[in-house]
């Protein structure tokens, strides 16, 4: 792409970094905002520079939170003996769609992946074993996507967790999961979160 400009290039590369914007739709993006007002930009700006300096884990689920404890955490009549293990907020915020759970979230932060690199230590794995050999947890769920590195993940922790006093479930298969979960509908969410399986009879299904 061929660019009259080395202020309209620097602003269509920066753009196309973002995952899924490509070189052309960069360019739709930057031309848009070209023609908005100026303070438009401004307040983009602002508010990615403010989420990114100012961003706040929940301390107990790793959560987005304005908060040190997210909303969730903090709410007492949330059931803290059970534990659905996410992905990354995408899929907390699907669930709460659900309204058809009622415990607490663990986001991991992503997911185990050799190929990009992405090793347990890389996520939100060890506080997650600690929480579990704390004592409150009953029940653990994985709701990690039905592919290669959600199955990795969901077995990696399974294995850290073998010989503690703790039930782990998965939620049901043949739904869309993980990267999709934000876009399966809620009933059918929340109906796989119902008919969650045992963890154990999930690996033999497979
Ligand atoms: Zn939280």
Redesign the pocket.
């Known amino acids: 792409m061929e660019f009259s400009s080395k202020l309209l290039e620097n602003a269509v590369y920066e753009m196309s970094q973002l995952p899924g914007i490509g070189k052309r739709t960069a360019l739709r993006l930057v031309l848009h905002l070209l023609k908005q007002p100026e303070e438009r930009t401004e307040l983009l700006a602002h508010a990615v520079l403010k989420l990114r300096g100012e961003v706040n884990f ?1 301390k ?2 790793y ?1 987005i ?1 304005d908060t040190e ?2 909303e ?2 903090a709410n007492p009549k949330r059931d803290e003996t059970m534990v659905c293990v996410v992905e990354d907020i995408r899929d907390v915020m699907a669930i709460e769609n659900t309204s058809q759970y009622n415990g607490l979230y663990h986001v991991l932060g992503g997911k185990i992946s050799p190929m990009e690199g992405v090793g347990p230590q890389d996520l939100n794995i060890v506080p997650l074993i600690k929480k579990v050999k704390d004592g409150t947890i009953k029940e653990l769920i994985l709701a990690l996507s039905s592919t290669m590195e959600g199955d990795t993940t969901n077995f990696y922790i399974y294995k850290q967790l073998e010989g503690q006093d703790v039930t782990t479930s998965t939620i049901a298969r043949g739904i869309s999961v993980g990267d999709e979960l934000e876009y399966a509908d809620e009933v059918t969410l929340g109906r796989s979160i119902i008919n969650r399986v045992p963890f154990e009879s999930s690996i033999k299904a497979n």
């Open positions: 929940c107990n689920c959560n939170s404890v997210c969730i955490c």
